[in-house]
Structures are given as C-alpha cells and as structure tokens.
C-alpha cells in the first residue's frame, strides 16, 4: 500500500523516519506526488539512508531555503516578498489537522504515524522560520528527537550507559562485601549475606551500632544492600535499604527516624 | 588503582564546602563506597562507613566539627 497517496503537494514528504516512501528513480504518476522538486530530490535519498536516521538528512527545495536564508539581508523589496512567502508558507502548514497532513480515517496506523511525526516537523518548520534562518537547525533538532524515539524502540536496553553503570556498581559492592565481611550468613533458600564490621554509634544510647548488609542470590543473580543498626542486645531495630543491583535506593528507614516522622 | 584515605579526605572536603547536610553527604559517601569499594585502601572502609552510617540516626551524626576532625586525620595518615 502506499501510505504517501493522499500527501499531494506536501513538502514534508521527505520526512520518512519508517522509511516507506518508493525509492524508484521513477516516481509513479498520478499518485498524487504533483510537486516535481520534490521528488527529485526524494528520489536521491535510497531505503537505506531513510533507514538509518543518523544519516537522514531532510531536503527542502532550494528556492525554500534561499528565502529563508534571505530574510535577514537583501533589499527591502525582496525582504517584503520573503515575509509574504513566510506568512504563506506558515499558514499552509498550520491548517493541517492534528492527526497530521492528508492522513485519513481509517488508514494504515502507519501512516497515522507518519502523520503526527511530519506534524511535528511541520511545527519545526515554522518555528524555524520564526526564528528567522534556523530553518535547519530546527528539522535537525525535531528529526535528532524522532530518531532518538526510533531507535528508542528498537532498543533492547543494553546499550544504556546506565546499565552499565548499575553493572559496574553491582559487581563492585558484591566483590567488596565478599572480600571484606566481618560475618556471612548463608540463607536455607540460597541467598548470602555479608555483614560488614559494625559501625558502633558516635553517642551514647539504645542503638549499639550498624552494619552494611549485602545479600547476593545465586539463583537470580540479584544483589541488595541496606544498613542494619543494632539494639544494645545485638537485635535489628532498624533498616535503611541503600542499594538494588547497583542503583541506589532513596527508601525510608524502618521503622522511620524522628527526622523523617518530622518529629 | 587503589582509592587512598587522602582522595577520600578531598572528596569529604569538598562535600562538606558545599553545606553540612548530613544525608546528601552520607549519600556521597555511599555512592564512593559503589564506585570504589573494590579499591579502597584498607584504612579507607571504615572511614567510609563511618560518614554512610550517619545517615542511620542521630545516634551516628558526625558534627560539622567532627567531619573536619576526621579529615585532618586521614589527610595526614
């Protein structure tokens, strides 16, 4: 199917982050793709660099780009008939509806897409020009974002730095808790426990001291962390979790302290 | 490479330059100890436990005084 079918004279054809737009040299006529320097230039971006989104440029006629690069300088006469070209242009894109340009009810979902996506290149457009010769910069910035949410979804989530990081740390604390414990405690389920030296209390009163606790779990591979302070007969009578697989953790105490009872 | 009580000290200094505030410092000192854990001299972890601790209760609380105590200590170690 050719989702480009009702996009007629739209400049924003070009935009194609699915790439679905025909790569033929020969573009089908009658088909609604009336606006010749368009596809010509449509014609010289192949599937592949419409595929890959670090390369895809967007490509605005010349004469559009001459008059926005024109604004700021030339006569008066050509500045009147840039602006009059600006209000024209800016006018044409506004009036798209919402759901995007010439998309209609009951399309391919793809195409729906399409839709919102050039919408927001659309807006990029005349912002661009509002600004008076950023017309560029503003298609790279909204296609730069388009991209991000593309690649986005095709990511499996290991090429976050973050899980990199948490990884790194995970690993770490584990290693550390393994060569430094003052006591383990191997749990009937599997789980280990590595209890770091007591922290014995700076002043005087029912708590004893505290101890960073760190538990590994072989089955899952899951490593938590969290401080244990000790009554003065050696009982918990407080935890505060600090970390899960290497990302800290901004928990409460329990039971709470008076500081965060507001007491 | 091994994290010394002195890059521990520089660290504290600079937290404690920022404002005494007892969590986000304890939470400094945590985040070292995730990083860095692996690498730390052997004086270095119960420095290093003694400030996450603080963040435990009041009964741990290191007074601004005592922070810059324990910095000129390690610093000098």
Same mark, same amino acid.
């Given at each position: 199917?050719?989702?480009?079918?009702?996009?007629?004279?739209?400049?924003?054809?070009?935009? =194609?982050?699915?790439?679905?737009?025909?790569?033929?040299?020969?573009?089908?006529?009658? $088909?609604?793709?009336?606006? +010749?320097?368009?596809?010509?230039?449509?014609?010289?971006?192949?599937?592949?660099?419409?595929?890959?989104?670090?390369?895809?440029?967007?490509?605005?006629?010349?004469?559009?780009?001459?008059?926005? $690069?024109?604004?700021?300088?030339?006569?008066?006469?050509?500045?009147?008939?840039?602006?009059?070209?600006?209000?024209?242009? +800016?006018?044409?894109?506004?009036?798209?509806?919402?759901?995007?340009?010439?998309?209609?009810?009951?399309?391919?979902?793809?195409?729906?897409?399409?839709?919102?996506?050039?919408?927001?290149?659309?807006?990029?457009?005349?912002?661009?020009?509002? +600004?008076?010769?950023?017309?560029?910069?503003? /298609?790279?910035?909204?296609?730069?974002?388009?991209?991000?949410?593309? *690649?986005?979804?095709?990511?499996?989530? %290991?090429? #976050?730095?973050?899980?990199?990081?948490?990884?790194?740390?995970?690993?770490?604390?584990?290693?550390?808790?393994?060569?430094?414990?003052?006591?383990?405690?191997?749990?009937?389920?599997?789980?280990?426990?590595?209890?770091?030296?007591?922290?014995?209390?700076?002043?005087?009163?029912?708590?004893?001291?505290?101890?960073?606790?760190?538990?590994? =779990?072989?089955?899952?591979?899951?490593?938590? #962390?969290?401080? !244990?302070?000790?009554?003065?007969?050696?009982?918990?009578?407080?935890?505060?979790?600090?970390?899960?697989?290497?990302? %800290?953790?901004?928990?409460?105490?329990?039971?709470?302290?008076?500081?965060?009872?507001?007491? | 490479?091994?994290?010394?009580?002195?890059? *521990?000290?520089?660290?504290?200094?600079? $937290? /404690?330059?920022?404002?005494?505030?007892?969590?986000?410092?304890?939470?400094?000192?945590?985040?070292?100890?995730?990083?860095?854990?692996?690498?730390?001299?052997?004086?270095?972890? #119960?420095?290093?436990?003694?400030?996450?601790?603080?963040? !435990?209760?009041?009964?741990?609380?290191?007074?601004?005084?005592?922070?810059?105590?324990?910095?000129?200590?390690?610093?000098?170690?």
């Amino acid at each position: 199917m050719n989702v480009y079918l009702h996009v007629g004279d739209n400049p924003i054809n070009h935009i =194609d982050p699915h790439g679905l737009a025909s790569t033929s040299a020969n573009w089908e006529p009658g $088909q609604g793709h009336n606006d +010749a320097p368009y596809r010509a230039d449509y014609s010289s971006t192949t599937r592949e660099e419409a595929n890959d989104l670090r390369k895809f440029q967007p490509k605005l006629p010349e004469s559009t780009c001459s008059i926005v $690069q024109n604004r700021g300088g030339g006569s008066g006469e050509e500045k009147a008939g840039a602006a009059a070209e600006h209000e024209k242009w +800016a006018n044409h894109w506004k009036s798209y509806p919402v759901t995007g340009p010439a998309v209609r009810a009951g399309e391919d979902i793809d195409a729906g897409n399409y839709g919102k996506a050039a919408l927001n290149v659309g807006n990029a457009i005349i912002d661009g020009w509002g +600004a008076g010769g950023l017309i560029r910069g503003g /298609l790279r910035k909204t296609l730069i974002s388009e991209g991000k949410e593309w *690649f986005a979804a095709k990511s499996t989530g %290991t090429e #976050s730095v973050n899980a990199a990081t948490a990884l790194q740390s995970k690993l770490s604390a584990l290693e550390t808790a393994q060569q430094t414990a003052a006591r383990t405690r191997a749990l009937p389920e599997g789980r280990i426990r590595y209890y770091g030296a007591e922290t014995a209390a700076s002043k005087p009163g029912p708590t004893r001291g505290a101890s960073y606790v760190t538990e590994w =779990d072989p089955k899952t591979g899951n490593v938590r #962390s969290w401080m !244990e302070s000790y009554g003065q007969a050696g009982d918990v009578s407080r935890v505060h979790p600090k970390m899960i697989n290497g990302q %800290t953790v901004n928990a409460p105490h329990y039971p709470s302290t008076g500081k965060e009872l507001g007491l | 490479m091994t994290y010394t009580a002195k890059q *521990f000290a520089l660290g504290l200094r600079n $937290q /404690l330059d920022m404002g005494y505030d007892v969590k986000r410092i304890a939470d400094w000192a945590h985040g070292e100890y995730l990083c860095h854990g692996r690498s730390f001299a052997p004086e270095v972890q #119960s420095v290093v436990m003694k400030i996450v601790a603080m963040d !435990e209760g009041p009964q741990f609380e290191l007074s601004e005084e005592d922070i810059r105590r324990l910095i000129a200590d390690i610093s000098g170690s």
